[in-house]
């Protein structure tokens, strides 16, 4: 009987262990993630799950400097039995020593994961209007220096926005740069032009040419 119980849990475990892998398609994920912050439902969920989602994005980044499976590598984020690196803060810690972001950036994250365990773990009824959240918000270092417009969109001004704006661009930077065939594999930010321009203010030479090819062509159209 006892052997009969312990298949039952095993096979519960097993169950919500494969729960816990599946992943929402690149569309859907990418949906939320540019519009969650327009939703009126709840604040906690809502937060709650665009934090998961770059959670997730952060693994993948780790994943490119592992030489392991696909399911090897899901495992060692999702098997608590076996010493996994599956808390959020350890990830971060893990990118940061492996290049994928440097301090600047790994700050920002683990703001936004301290956010999250706010909505996660508080017992009060937390919203962004809550104060010590807005204010937690107000740090987020995107949201201050990132030079908004364009596609990047305008500057976000309430504090939901801000947290949500923060986790799009570091969700663009994870994700489109892997997915991206001419990608650098493994993930290092130091060589990603899209990391650089976005989070640093850097020129890069991606940039510089692209302006160049620009004002060419308008000199070239002006002699016309």
């Not at 392991?68 to 999702?78: H, L, N, P, Q, T």
Request: net charge positive; proline share 2%.
């Amino acid at each position: 009987m006892a052997s009969r119980s312990r298949g039952k849990s095993s096979e519960i475990y097993a169950g919500l262990q494969e729960l816990m892998r599946d992943r929402p398609n690149d569309k859907e994920a990418w949906d939320f993630i540019r519009n969650w912050h327009l939703d009126k439902r709840d604040d906690r969920t809502l937060a709650i799950m665009a934090a998961t989602l770059l959670e997730h994005s952060l693994e993948e980044a780790i994943a490119t400097h592992f030489h392991v499976g696909k399911d090897e590598a899901e495992s060692i984020f999702i098997d608590q039995s076996e010493g996994s690196i599956s808390a959020f803060s350890m990830k971060i810690k893990l990118a940061y020593a492996l290049g994928v972001m440097e301090n600047k950036v790994k700050k920002e994250l683990t703001l936004i994961k301290n956010i999250r365990n706010v909505f996660a773990h508080s017992p009060i009824n937390a919203r962004f209007s809550t104060q010590k959240i807005a204010d937690a918000c107000e740090h987020l270092f995107i949201c201050k220096e990132v030079q908004f417009g364009g596609l990047l969109g305008p500057a976000p001004q309430t504090a939901k926005h801000k947290y949500a704006k923060s986790i799009e661009l570091l969700y663009m930077y994870l994700t489109a740069t892997i997915d991206n065939k001419f990608a650098r594999i493994p993930l290092l930010f130091g060589k990603s032009d899209l990391y650089c321009i976005m989070f640093l203010n850097k020129e890069t030479q991606t940039k510089r040419m692209a302006k160049e090819l620009i004002d060419h062509s308008r000199e070239h159209g002006a002699k016309k």
